[in-house]
């Protein structure tokens, strides 16, 4: 079977770990001949000092030769974006390849390139709000792992580079192939849960006038405090209707929505912390064990008991004493 070329496309200040894991899945099959690809060839500087030698540059490979092409991301993201010899780059191999995923930021500079222009995607959770703020043609997806669109592939951040490169393995050569890869690199095959577990108190907008931020306010300070419609819409002085039409309109979600998330963040932090689930429940308002766990599976996709294994301290999964 003949080698497919993947493309990796790095800059100044890339993150490392969005090439090498990718790279270490494709490299792991045996059936791909994977090349490094830059603005010019030679050492290309990481995001943590690592220096990466660029095979080619831009001028010295064909995008017609290459079947995927992966853009990785990182803190230099957006000097890139401003290089015009690298973006023409990308822009024509898209056009070209049979196959484009970003990986993790570099989800910007398939943006910026025109290629996500009605294409739903991700990035790492911590951009989405950007990446759908500065690119309105893109339709964002926060919460996947990674992200299809026809043969557009782009996946959240950094490690999930990995996931990624799995399912490309798997949609190319098969489940076994990609299940023998991820065993020997002691992976998921399929990760549980979305990237939305991996980060909290960053998704939602700000309230925008005083009574609302008053009753935002009385929802952080106290997650298990009574939070009814009755309850917010007293504290911020308004009727119970006129307060759910502007809460919604400011926050762009229901107070009961609202106040679900902010207490499901809440208990991931305690879960960290190892407090028992059903403790965990009474503290943040939830009542009993099983509406917790309901409202993780609603927001996380994980139980609450799987998130405090996955998160809790190395220290605490060790040796027995």
Do not use: K
């Not at 490309?168 to 998921?188: I, K, N, P, S, W």
């Not at 009993?288 to 996380?300: D, I, Q, Y």
């Amino acid at each position: 079977m003949q080698q497919r070329r993947v493309a990796f496309v790095i800059f100044d200040d890339f993150q490392a770990l969005d090439l090498v894991g990718p790279h270490e899945v494709f490299q792991g099959t045996g059936h791909y001949l994977c090349t490094v690809v830059a603005t010019r060839p030679g050492p290309v500087r990481s995001d943590n000092g690592l220096p990466i030698g660029a095979e080619y540059g831009v001028d010295d490979i064909d995008p017609a030769t290459v079947d995927t092409v992966v853009v990785v991301g990182g803190p230099g993201t957006d000097a890139a974006c401003a290089d015009p010899r690298l973006m023409a780059w990308i822009r024509t191999a898209a056009s070209h390849a049979r196959r484009v995923a970003s990986v993790c930021t570099g989800a910007f500079l398939l943006a910026a390139a025109g290629v996500l222009d009605g294409r739903r995607a991700t990035t790492h959770w911590a951009f989405t709000e950007r990446l759908a703020r500065e690119y309105p043609r893109v339709t964002v997806d926060r919460d996947p792992i990674f992200v299809r669109d026809r043969h557009i592939w782009s996946s959240a951040g950094v490690t999930a580079g990995m996931d990624l490169a799995l399912a490309l393995v798997e949609d190319d050569l098969g489940r076994q192939t990609a299940l023998m890869v991820a065993r020997y690199l002691v992976l998921f095959l399929r990760r549980p849960g979305g990237q939305t577990q991996f980060g909290t108190a960053l998704w939602h907008a700000q309230p925008s006038t005083d009574p609302i931020r008053a009753a935002v306010t009385a929802i952080h300070a106290d997650p298990g405090g009574r939070h009814g419609i009755g309850d917010l819409a007293g504290r911020s002085g308004l009727s119970a209707r006129h307060f759910q039409r502007r809460f919604t309109a400011e926050l762009t979600m229901s107070p009961t929505a609202y106040v679900e998330q902010v207490r499901v963040e809440a208990a991931q932090r305690l879960l960290v912390e190892d407090h028992p689930v059903d403790v965990v429940a009474r503290r943040c308002g939830f009542g009993t064990a099983e509406s917790l766990r309901r409202a993780f599976h609603r927001r996380l996709g994980v139980a609450p008991s799987e998130y405090r294994d996955r998160f809790r301290s190395a220290t605490d999964v060790g040796e027995p004493t």
